[in-house]
């Protein structure tokens, strides 16, 4: 690493102060987890107070907004003192296009609005594979309305982040899955289509943070060679 690289790591070396929107995912939580275990400062913002149990469980301090219907001045004065974002909230199964939407593309542009205003360094956001499919405005053969409406919200959130002043990274995970965590994957703009377990995709997300690695980059993730520390040490530090 050269000395202009280390100076940039340093800027991570340290305890922050990280704000996950979604907290309550599967993803999400188990971020939280691995985050609070490096020692950070987590807050979890959940739309569901019921949910405010289970995240103080895991060590992470629960806030209860919901970003389809919060203002802007609600979101900057959560994320103030924030030295890191993570998006990875989402409308979910069942949900139809409106909440795809409201959740996948508003909430993410909200969020990314408030982070920029509060003068929150690095953001994070979970994106989706496919989205190439929909540019443009093209829908391929065979797509419901739901799942093109999805991949249109993930796309447009994407574009509006890239305009913004932060150190951002989107991250676009294969099929996730529910297996166990294997700790290898391929990660770069383009990978093979694959799947990944939840919690891998969790673990990598947990490295860029504390790394820095992956600034300002469009990244695809799945199950793969390289053991997850390694394949985020071979990105690009944040400066």
Known sequence: MSTRDTCGALRYLRKMRIVIAGAHGQIARELGRLLVAHDHDVA??????????????????????????????????????????????????????????????????????????AGVVRFVQISSVGLDAVRDGARPEGLDDVMYAYLTAKLAAEEDLMTRDLDWTILRPGRLTNDPAVGRVDLAPSVEQGSIPRHDVAAVLAELINSGRGSRQILEV??????????VAALPITL
């Open 44 to 117: 979890g913002l959940i739309r569901n107070p019921d949910q405010a149990g289970d995240l103080e469980a895991d060590g992470v301090a629960p806030v209860v907004i919901d970003l389809e219907n919060s203002i802007l001045d609600d979101v900057i004065q959560v994320l103030t003192g924030a030295d890191a974002a993570v998006f990875a909230a989402g409308a979910g199964p069942g949900s139809g296009a409106e909440r795809k939407d409201s959740v996948d593309r508003g909430a993410a542009v909200l969020l990314a609005e408030g982070a920029e205003q």
């Open 222 to 231: 799945a199950s793969g060679t390289s053991n997850i520390p390694d394949a």
